[in-house]
Structure formats: structure tokens, C-alpha cells
């Protein structure tokens, strides 16, 4: 499997780095409120595993999954497959993602999370790729920006493989090729 990568983008410790200081920031901004995690199943999984744990505030934890890719491509129709069963009204939902591309999947989910009059939605995604955007969006916390190239490991998959790297890498051309 790791012959498959051409370069580690983040290794292991920059990835655990990052979560230490998302979760200091978080616990800060979120000391007096009732804070909600909803990660985007399949990706956020390592993430949100890792950086609940450096959250140092009682919160709950769902998940939701949406879905528009199919191997590297977004087709941009962004369809929901699992939601949340819990009312959200007056709770502060902060909406946990592996990596913002055409930023389709949270401008969506947002929309549908709005309806329900959460007090408060943010987000907090690992990466960006803001040169990937198709409708203008901004997550209130990033671990790295990066360049628009395709990414696997700690959650982050193509066709389903790779998820199970324990650091992210760009995946060699010959393996989608
Ligand atoms: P968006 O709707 O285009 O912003 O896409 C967000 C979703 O696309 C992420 O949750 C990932 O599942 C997937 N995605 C975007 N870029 C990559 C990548 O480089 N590698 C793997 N999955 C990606």
C-alpha cells in the first residue's frame, strides 16, 4: 500500500500536531456553549476520533454521510444518505470534515442543518483545496491548506481504498491512470 504514494503530504505526528491545536482553539471557543460534533461519514473518521480527544469539553458525538464522488471526480450533486435523529434546535453543532474541495457537500449539508434552527453551525475540516471550490465556501477551522492535487489516507480514500493509511499522501498517477 505504501508503494501506491508518491509523497506524504502530512505524516503522522503533523497530523496529531494539528488536532492538538484545533482542539485547544475549540475548547476555547466553546467553553460556555453545548457543543455538538456531526462528522461526514466515511472520511472524518480518524480525524474526528483524534481530535474529540483533545476537546476538553462534554459534547456529543453523530454522524452524517453525504455523498457526490465517485473515484476523483465530484459529480456536484450532493445527495444525503445517513442523518442525524436528534434534534439540534438552540445546540451548537460544529459539522467535522476530512477535506473541503468544491465545498458542494457543506454548502448542502449546511443548508439542511439551517432548516433545523441550530443556535450556532461551523465547521472545522482537517484540509482545504480552495482552488477546487465550485460554490464560495469558508470553514471556520483548517488544519492545512493544500494545492489542488488528490489525497488518500486517514480516512480519505479512492475508491473506497486507502482509508486505513495512517498518514495522508498523494497517490501515485500510475494507480488511477
Ligand atoms: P466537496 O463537496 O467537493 O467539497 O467534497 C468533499 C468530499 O469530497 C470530501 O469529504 C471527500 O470525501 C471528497 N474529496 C475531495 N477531495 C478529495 C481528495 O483529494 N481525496 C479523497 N477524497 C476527496
Redesign the pocket.
Known amino acids: 500500500m505504501h508503494n501506491d504514494i508518491e509523497k506524504v503530504l502530512l505524516s503522522e505526528k503533523e497530523i496529531q500536531e494539528i488536532c492538538c491545536n484545533l482542539g485547544s482553539r475549540i475548547t476555547d471557543d466553546y467553553k460556555d456553549k453545548s457543543l455538538i460534533l456531526i462528522g461526514?461519514l466515511?472520511?472524518?473518521n480518524p480525524f474526528l476520533s483524534d481530535l474529540s480527544k483533545r476537546i476538553n469539553l462534554p459534547l456529543e458525538i453523530y454522524y452524517m454521510k453525504?455523498s457526490?464522488?465517485k473515484g476523483?471526480e465530484?459529480s456536484?450533486n450532493?445527495k444525503i444518505d445517513l442523518d442525524i435523529d436528534i434534534d439540534i434546535k438552540d445546540k451548537d453543532v460544529l459539522l467535522v470534515?476530512?477535506?473541503?474541495?468544491?465545498?458542494?457537500?457543506?454548502?448542502?449539508v449546511i443548508s439542511l442543518l439551517k432548516m433545523r434552527k441550530a443556535s450556532s453551525i461551523k465547521v472545522v475540516s482537517l484540509?482545504d483545496?480552495p482552488e477546487?471550490?465550485?460554490v464560495p465556501?469558508e470553514a471556520d477551522y483548517v488544519g492545512k491548506t493544500i494545492p489542488k492535487?488528490?489525497?488518500?489516507g486517514y480516512g480519505?480514500?479512492?475508491n473506497e481504498r486507502y482509508r486505513n493509511l495512517p498518514y495522508i499522501g498523494i497517490l501515485k498517477k500510475a494507480i488511477y491512470i
Not at 470534515?97 to 448542502?108: A, H, P
Not at 492535487?149 to 488518500?152: G, L, N, S
Request: include cysteine.
Open positions: 461526514l466515511k472520511g472524518c453525504a457526490s464522488y476523483r465530484s456536484g450532493v470534515e476530512d477535506i473541503v474541495d468544491t465545498g458542494s457537500t457543506l454548502t448542502k484540509l483545496k477546487g471550490r465550485l465556501f492535487v488528490f489525497v488518500v480519505l480514500d479512492f
